[in-house]
């Protein structure tokens, strides 16, 4: 066995790579002396075919692989110490090992986005097909001098109307704010000396203007602005690999919507949108496009420096898959050509989550190019940091961690549906039941071992978990019922345990009786029935005592 290994390791070494040698001798290693570092120290190229490790056993010779090192990159934007969110997202750390690409590009569908910013233009893509005010379509597909992406709002009836309300030019210009404080936490240019950086230093950003300078913009807009993307992608060949949507609203599904989202699949891309900023339950309301719950969809709530789900974020267990910074964020200024740290704008809401996330996908594409987006949708959401604080209210209770998503960082994790369950007040002695969801959301495979309850009045009437072996995303079911024995307050646990003990967990339990149960029935009239039978023995006893 032991020789095994060592053959193993030997054959994973050994094909004419350079290695580092300490020896005295080095004439006792076979292969050819690049370089003598000191005395005792040398690069050596071992011939093909013999076994380092067995020459790492000889006596006085140490052999290592020649292990490349790189910079530390920490860039010189005078503004990040503004920037917590950063850091708490683990981009310095993240940016050892990428710090993005100019080949990756993320399409920014919102109310346009500043190019004329000194700390965005570079990172903004520029149309090479059109010269940009000559008021010619002069690359042919059907927008004017869209140099700088296109305002859909010009072309109300399908020609280009530079009257048009909202057609502030005809590219897409920002006359809100909106759209360049997301394009900036997407790409800010990095390492500048200009103001802060975006979770990437170098992305292309494509802008499509649908939404007017109010913010407002119909579901027409976007799919317009999405069959541009789309264009972008098969006709031009850019590489667009994700699309961000920070805006939403509560209405019926739109099948056309949906479609065209999915239609994005086709192509590899993509789309991020918010979860929105009214603290409402998504798996309850009809929160669009978020809710559509797409395989190339990411709907992402806000947390605050302390990974706290925000006050205003929605929420959903089932329908917002992960959460990013979305509070006291420092972003670019639209309009703002200064260099002051001044020239910043402080900013709140899921719009602001949502472009790290996108900003996150181009990353790891730029680091890792070969990965599809199913594979970067799911080590998006597996490699997040796990706060159990937000259990119940996001599909995996994770955190976008960029580190951990550039490394593949596996570590067991679990999501529950809840850390509370409550009957509330209950009336009469039935059972009444609950149910308790546990998923994995890391990367690994995750064994409950145990589901038990604590607590009188509160039992498991359906165990699906113990004993399960769950895979990423795999989910298993707990019902639980509360019987009371009488009147009063009552209060349980449910423990939950795992093979790996740091994932054990506990869910409080509590319910209200009304009334006292017994085994005549149910009566809300307090104990003054159960003494009806104790007064009749005692006019009996009565009785009998007048006729002795």
Known sequence: MVWALVLTLACTLSFGAEFLVRTEDPSKVPGKVIKRIDDKTYIVRIDEGVS????SHAEGVLIEKNYRLRALQTPNDPCLSYRWDLDFIGAYSAWDLSTGSGSVYVAVLDTGVDYNHPDLKDNLWKNPGEICTDGVDNDGNGYVDDCYGVNILCYPEGKYDPKAQGCNKPDAMDDNGHGTSVASIVGAVGNNGTLITGVNWQVKIVPCKFLDSSGGGTIAGEIECLNYILD????????????NASYGEVYPDSQVQRDKIEELANEGILYVTAAGNSNLNNDEVSMNPCNYDLGNMLCVGSV?????????????????KLSAPGESIWTLKNGSAGTSCTDLSLTYGTSMSTPFVSGA???????QPSLNYTQIRERIITTGRNYMSLAGKTYSCNVLSLDSLLLNSSSPKVCPSSLSISWGSVEGCESSSREFTLRNTGNGVVQVTSVRVEGSGFYLSKDDCSGRSLNTFEECRVYLSFSPAGAGDYSGRLLVSFSDSGLNFSVSLSAKSESSCGSGGCST?????SLLPLLGLLVILSRLKRRW
């Open 52 to 55: 380092v490790g067995l020459l």
């Open 232 to 243: 972008l992608k098969r006709n031009k060949g850019l590489n667009i690999i994700a699309v």
């Open 304 to 320: 605050g420096s302390k990974g706290e789900r925000s006050s205003f974020s929605n929420y959903g267990f089932n329908k917002v």
């Open 361 to 367: 996908v181009a990353l790891l594409k730029s680091y």
């Open 525 to 529: 009239g307090g104990v003054a029935h």
